[in-house]
């Protein structure tokens, strides 16, 4: 079971999922991919937030870029896009 406020074993609201949309054509878009995927996955529910982004409050300083410094393992990992390099994020 997922709920709307876990990762993992970790549950509280700042571990919602999210998409916070800048244009009305974002959200169509954001919408239209949670529609497929709740398709492809008929006995789970997606508990992703889709809502207008309100305010944006960049993270601190050692949080930016926390796969090219990184991560908790301090061993950088390229965030570009295409990247085939596997994901370390959490360990």
Known sequence: MSLKTQVGNARAIQYRHGIYTHSSEQASVAQKNIATLQKQMPNSQIMTELEPCK????????????????GRFKQGQSAEKGSTEEIRCYG
């Open 55 to 70: 305010i944006f409050w960049p993270a601190e300083e050692y949080h930016q870029q926390y796969l090219q410094k990184g």
